[in-house]
C-alpha cells in the first residue's frame, strides 16, 4: 500500500499496490503492520456500507464527540464519490481546513480519516456504494454533524451536490469554534 499524506493533518489517501496476472489481480487494502507504521489505529470495531441511488446524493458532514470520536478507513466499492473530510480539532495546525478526493471503483483508493475530522461524500453517478471500516463504534448520542455548505469552511462541492440529502443532514447548525 502507498500511505500519501492529504495535507490535513493525520488523513491519509491509501493506495493499494495490485499484483496482477491473467486472472486479475489481488491486493491489500489493510494490514496492521503498516498501519502501525504510520502511527494510524489497527483495531477496526465496525464495518458500514452506504448505497447511494443517485448521483449529487450528498451524505454528511458527520463527527462523533470525544470520547467517542472515530477514526475511518473509507473506500468506494462500486460507483464513484467525492470525498470530503474538515478537521475539527481546535488544536490542529489544519483546523477547519478541508480536502475532497475522488474514490471510485476504478481507482480503488481508500481515505483514512482521523478523530475529530467531519466526513462526508457526494455521489458523481448513480448506484455507488461507500464502505466505511470503523475504529470507535457508532454512538447515537455523541454524533454530531456540520452542515455540508457552511461558510465557515468554504467547501466546492461538485456540480449538482445536495440535489439528493437528508433533512437531518440539510438543517445542520453553522459551525461555531
Given at each position: 500500500m502507498i500511505f500519501t499524506p492529504v495535507g490535513?493533518?493525520?488523513?491519509?489517501?491509501?493506495?493499494?499496490?495490485?499484483?496482477?496476472?491473467?486472472?486479475?489481480?489481488?491486493?491489500?487494502?489493510?494490514?496492521?503492520?503498516?498501519?502501525?507504521?504510520?502511527?494510524?489505529p489497527t483495531d477496526i470495531k465496525q464495518a458500514n456500507i452506504s448505497y447511494n441511488r443517485y448521483a449529487g446524493t450528498l451524505r454528511g458532514m458527520h463527527y462523533q464527540l470525544?470520547?467517542?470520536?472515530?477514526?475511518?478507513?473509507?473506500?468506494c466499492p462500486?460507483?464513484?464519490?467525492?470525498?470530503?473530510?474538515?478537521?475539527?480539532?481546535?488544536?490542529?495546525?489544519?483546523?477547519?481546513?478541508?480536502?475532497?478526493?475522488?474514490?471510485?471503483?476504478d481507482n480503488r483508493h481508500l481515505l483514512f480519516i482521523p478523530e475529530g475530522f467531519a466526513h462526508g461524500f457526494q455521489t458523481l453517478v448513480d448506484d455507488s456504494e461507500v464502505s466505511y471500516q470503523m475504529f470507535t463504534p457508532y454512538h447515537a448520542t455523541s454524533a454530531r454533524g456540520v452542515r455540508w455548505d457552511d461558510a465557515a469552511f468554504g467547501i466546492v462541492w461538485r456540480e449538482g451536490a445536495g440535489r439528493h440529502i437528508s433533512d437531518r443532514d440539510r438543517l445542520f447548525p453553522d459551525f461555531e469554534g
Open positions: 490535513l493533518e493525520g488523513a491519509y489517501l491509501i493506495q493499494p499496490e495490485p499484483h496482477a496476472d491473467e486472472r486479475g489481480f489481488f491486493a491489500r487494502v489493510f494490514c496492521v503492520e503498516e498501519f502501525a507504521a504510520y502511527d494510524l470525544a470520547p467517542h470520536a472515530e477514526a475511518k478507513l473509507v473506500s462500486r460507483g464513484a464519490i467525492y470525498d470530503v473530510i474538515i478537521d475539527l480539532r481546535p488544536n490542529s495546525a489544519t483546523f477547519k481546513q478541508w480536502i475532497g478526493v475522488d474514490l471510485t471503483a
